[in-house]
């Protein structure tokens, strides 16, 4: 049974910077893809983050610059870093482990962890 744990959330000053953790289970972690969706209060799941299993990278272009996923296969942990935050980045972050980055929404999901930034 694949299960995903997120970590790192919290209340951050805008500006500030938090760094998010997803820790793999079950799954063949290596290969898969990885990413980071956010949900903001009334407002649809969007796709922040993705990595591919070989290290290929894409990101919204409301985070490009200031947000950093990264992988770690030996840890079966994928991470979020998130610099020069901003109110609107408040939102849940869920964690999605899938075959590619453009079938995340239909594999596997973390519970979600909160990120506030304050104004």
């Given amino acids: 049974q694949v299960q995903l ?6 209340l951050v000053q805008a500006g500030g910077s ?17 990413g980071w969706y956010r949900q903001a209060p009334g407002k649809q799941r969007e796709l922040v983050a993705g ?21 770690d296969n030996a ?8 610099n020069s935050l901003k109110p609107e ?4 972050y869920y964690c999605a482990e899938g075959i ?7 594999g596997y999901w973390g519970q979600g962890t909160q990120v506030t930034v304050s104004s």
């Fill in 100 to 106: 590619t980055i453009a079938t995340l929404a239909f």
């Fill in 5 to 10: 744990v997120e970590s790192g959330g919290g």
């Fill in 75 to 82: 840890k079966n942990t994928v991470y979020l870093q998130m």
């Fill in 18 to 34: 938090l760094r998010l953790s997803c820790a793999a289970s079950g799954s063949i972690f290596s290969i898969n893809a990885m």
């Fill in 89 to 92: 980045d408040t939102a849940v």
């Fill in 51 to 71: 990595i591919t299993s070989g290290g290929s990278t894409n990101y919204a272009d409301s985070v490009k610059g200031r947000f950093t996923i990264s992988r």
